[in-house]
């Protein structure tokens, strides 16, 4: 029963990383259906650059929180900065071409955002310090869930829950729902487009960097591989709960995670990527729209 | 001057985008950081005159659709290639001089020319493969080189259990390919582009986690080695000569896969992927059978990827799964894409341009991968249809109009 749990915890840990990162593509799809391919490099700079900031500050003798805190919002801005960057050079001018050009483009852009980190710092697994300190209140049950769990729950659920308020409440959050039904119509009554497009991608970077830094804490390497994968999960996540759908993003990132856990834990952790996509398959075969998302008609 | 203060921002905006990365180097250690700040000065100069570039070609983009949309279309006016392989004379003079000149280059050039050009000829069959796929039938594949490893495998592994012999094998592997791909046709019938890609890149994974992980079966990480080089009855032959040898059926190889894919193009099949990438719904209504299309496509585009690959394991002699990663299919779309989607020309001097030249510039190699990169986003944004645009075939009535005159 220890061992189901551990799973479990473990399982939802995993999980809410894959849908912190699955809801950057979700809310991007929803807006310009467009594969944001390039969504797994944003979150491998998010890590990388809270791994410099960190290595920096060590070295010149901060330590502790400061260190965790300064880095994580670096690494936000810089993913931020990218994200924005990279819609502005890679999937603007092609707004209005056919569907596949700006997708080859998004693969070309996270090949060379890859290549880049690579020539810019290095190939090699770098050490990513411990920046999740171990609480002492977690002691009596540091064998089934660990503080950097914890934290990483807890950070999850903290976001998604000020996501949800932000697209409920607020008027940046309308005017992404509007543009989200019908574009044409929402630039008629007056939304600036282009911009709410912008936003989307700054808020999806913003929640891959969270994610990459409480990947990279946890995991404790970094490299610039790291993304594609990531990025791969992630998508298939949002597949899964429906893409689009926000929630659905959440769920899917669940299930993807426990799946994994559990497939990992009970049969073999060679197989976990085969389990992750097998599922993927299934979920198309039988349910293409997803676990949340809606069937629409498709109209000429 | 507004365009210089525009290029000064974007270039100071790059410079803050990259400092971290270009600039800072945490060695953890020796514990000491590096400041390199030479690479800023770079970055910021080359996003300079690079923003000046970006603004120039955009306004060309947009005066040339301008020009399109009022009506002065040059579109499909033909590049001065295409109008050059129009001319019959000249084309077959062209041709026959091309031909000539593959089947005397192992004796021009030394043998490791000859690999060189092997592994180029490799992947222009590749690249008219993953062409009849994507560029054909608009079905986006990122998983392609799961299918070429059937193909290798199949030799290797046959070979290895049973002796058979690459012959035997060829078209044994190509079968094999094409059933996986039908295989992998089959779950994704109903999905749209976009779903497509990520399950193919999905089944590519899978592919190669499983090689990796089933010792059993294919021998892991580790690979097999001495695999059966082609044989010519059961001749005896040294490096040199078996590498000619090799040189000479990949040739033949590209031939065969130029005149099918080309015959393929213009057949009925060849119409209906065409049709199914320009519009599905208009597609099925025009009484397409869309499963069979895509099936077809699939079954078709990995066939060629099958046999290549069989190929290939002959070639090295020995292949493990990490020839078979994401970026081999990202190479391999990048070809397609680079060289005119749909385009046989165009994918031959893709992967020619694409495979050579980071053999020849070695110094270039380590930012292949990059430029790669960068020239697809590029490609995309500024020449869709690629270096050599692919020209549908028109039919006029010739007659219609001297009839006419008559009467």
């Avoid at chain 1, 994580?72 to 990279?86: D, E, F, K, N, V």
């Avoid at chain 2, 590029?378 to 006419?404: A, C, D, H, V």
Wanted: aromatic share 12%; charged share 10%.
């Amino acid at each position: 029963m220890e061992y189901f749990i551990e799973l479990f915890l473990s399982g939802l840990t995993r999980g809410s990383i894959y849908a912190l990162i699955a809801l950057g593509y979700t809310m991007v799809y929803g807006i310009i259906q467009l594969i944001n391919f390039a969504h797994g490099e944003i979150y491998m700079i998010g890590a990388f650059v809270a791994y410099i900031v960190c290595g920096v500050m060590t070295i010149y003798g901060f330590h502790g929180v400061s260190v965790l805190i300064i880095a994580g919002m670096l690494a936000i801005i810089y993913s931020c900065a990218y994200g924005y960057t990279l819609e502005k050079v890679a999937y603007r001018p092609l707004r209005g071409a056919p569907r596949l050009s700006p997708l080859i483009s998004a693969i070309g852009m996270s090949i060379f955002l890859q290549n880049y980190v690579l020539l810019a710092q290095t190939s090699d697994f770098l050490p990513f310090p411990a920046l999740i300190p171990d609480f002492e209140f977690m002691e009596p049950v540091a064998h089934i869930i660990g503080s950097a769990e914890l934290v990483i729950l807890i950070t999850t659920l903290v976001t998604m829950i000020l996501l949800t308020l932000l697209i409920k409440y607020t008027k940046i959050g309308k005017a992404m729902r509007a543009t989200q039904q019908d574009m044409s119509m929402a630039r008629l009554v007056g939304i600036n487009v282009d911009q709410v497009i912008s936003v989307t991608f700054i808020i999806g970077s913003a929640l891959a960097a969270i994610g990459g830094v409480l990947v990279a804490s946890y995991i404790g390497q970094v490299n610039f591989y790291i993304g594609f994968l990531a990025g791969v999960k992630a998508f298939t996540a949002a597949v899964l709960g429906g893409i689009g759908s926000v929630p659905g993003a959440v769920i899917g990132g669940l299930v993807l995670g426990l799946t994994e856990s559990f497939a990992a834990g009970y049969i073999s952790s060679d197989y976990e990527d085969v389990f992750a996509f097998g599922l993927l398959v299934l979920i198309l075969i039988l349910r293409p729209s997803g676990i949340m998302g809606r069937t629409t008609k498709q109209k000429v | 001057m507004k365009n210089l203060k525009q290029s000064l921002a974007v270039s100071l905006w790059f410079i803050f985008l990259t400092f971290p990365l270009m600039v800072i180097k945490v060695n953890t250690t020796d514990q000491f950081v590096q400041w390199r700040w030479m690479n800023m000065l770079w970055v910021g100069l080359t996003i300079f005159v690079l923003s000046f570039v970006w603004r120039y070609a955009l306004n060309r983009k947009e005066a040339r659709q301008m020009a399109a949309m009022s009506g002065q279309d040059d579109q499909d006016k033909p590049s001065k290639i295409q109008v050059l392989f129009e001319n019959q004379a000249l084309r077959t003079k062209l041709l026959f001089g091309l031909l000539a000149f593959a089947l005397v280059f192992p004796w021009v050039f030394d043998t490791y020319q000859s690999t060189i050009m092997i592994s180029a000829l490799i992947y222009v069959v590749l690249g008219l493969g993953l062409n009849i796929t994507v560029g054909l039938a608009g079905l986006l594949d990122l998983g392609y080189v799961a299918f070429f490893a059937v193909g290798a495998y199949a030799y290797a592994l046959l070979n290895y259990h049973f002796g058979l012999g690459f012959w035997t094998i060829l078209p044994v592997g190509g079968i094999l390919s094409c059933l996986f791909g039908v295989i992998l046709g089959f779950p994704i019938l109903r999905l749209r582009g976009d779903y497509l890609a990520i399950v193919t890149l999905g089944f590519g994974m899978i592919i190669k986690v499983v090689l990796e992980n089933w010792s059993a079966f294919s021998f892991g990480p580790s690979g097999i080695a001495n695999i059966d080089k082609p044989g010519l009855f059961g001749l005896d032959m040294d490096i040199a000569a078996s590498t000619t040898y090799i040189y000479y059926i990949m040739i033949g190889l590209v031939i065969l896969t130029i005149v099918v894919t080309g015959r393929l193009k213009h057949s009925r099949i060849g119409r209906a992927w065409i049709a199914l990438r320009e519009d599905e719904i208009a597609c099925v209504a025009m009484g397409i059978d869309i499963a069979r299309t895509k099936l077809s496509a699939y079954a078709l585009g990995a066939f060629w990827a099958g046999m290549v690959g069989v190929m290939f394991a002959a070639k090295t002699t020995f292949i493990n799964p990490a020839s078979f990663t994401f970026m081999e299919s990202a190479i391999i779309l990048s070809i397609v894409v680079l060289g005119g989607m749909g385009s046989i020309l165009g994918v031959i001097i893709g992967a020619m341009i694409l495979i050579l030249m980071p053999e020849y510039l070695r110094a270039f190699s380590e930012y292949r991968m990059i430029i790669f990169g960068a020239a697809m986003v590029l490609m995309m944004i500024f020449r869709p249809q690629g270096i050599i645009s692919n020209i549908r075939q028109k039919y006029e009535f010739k007659g219609l109009k001297e009839k006419t005159d008559n009467v």
